[in-house]
């Protein structure tokens, strides 16, 4: 059975924990947080205070994506007693296996994302120190993209390598996933996928969140 993660990147933010109570009601696993500075991708987000203001009004775990550049110099600010997991990527750090430590030493989870460019291999030597590796299927930045379907044979590899070497984090997906496409992202061997738009572009959010956990629950092909 694989999780949903929405992502709040295409939620409304003026009505921020009203929106996240939309994906609690239809048991969302995760709210998908995405953190943008401007300088790793084009668009500016939110940071921690943001973060921290949603502690409060939700119950469903975060899963924090920081598409920002040294993200070593922010990594406590996303630390909280909801904070699952800390998402990083490996083309934003020079010292990346001591920003997942870092994480780690926190308490928090560390994930790793790779661009649709960056191949699995630049994380051989750390997959034994990850929980969770994000195969990014558009280019980060932006809501609303077309699945970039090279991102089904990351997820291939990243299982069969996991299987062989014993490895036990999970393999998360974002960008442009949606009803259509979710069941074979499941059958590929991915845990979590995040879907912004398919979720928040819904007319009745809670109910897509079921159809999508209909999906990845395996009781639809
Ligand atoms: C893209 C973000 C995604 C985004 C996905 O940079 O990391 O999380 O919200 O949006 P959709 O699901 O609309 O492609
Ligand atoms: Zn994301």
Sequence with gaps: MSKLAPSILSADFSCLAQQIGLIE??????????????????????????????????????????MIEKPELRIPDFVTPQTEFIVVHQEACTHLHRVIQQIKDLGVKAGVALNPATPVCMLEHVLGDLDLVLVMSVNPGFGGQK??????????????????????????????????????????????????????????????VREFRTILSGEQA
């Design 25 to 66: 009601e239809g048991g969302a696993e995760y709210v998908h947080m995405d953190v943008m500075d401007g300088a790793f991708v084009p668009n500016i987000t939110f940071g921690g205070p943001v973060v921290k203001s949603i502690v409060a009004k939700t119950s469903v775990p975060f899963d924090i994506h920081l």
């Design 147 to 208: 699945f970039i379907p090279a991102a089904m044979d990351k997820i291939r590899l990243l299982d069969r390598l996991r299987k062989e070497h014993g490895y036990r984090y999970v393999i998360e997906i974002d960008g442009g996933v949606n009803l259509s496409n979710a069941a074979a992202i499941r059958d590929a061997g991915c845990d979590i996928l995040v879907a912004g738009s398919a979720v928040f572009g819904a007319e009745d959010v809670p109910a897509r």
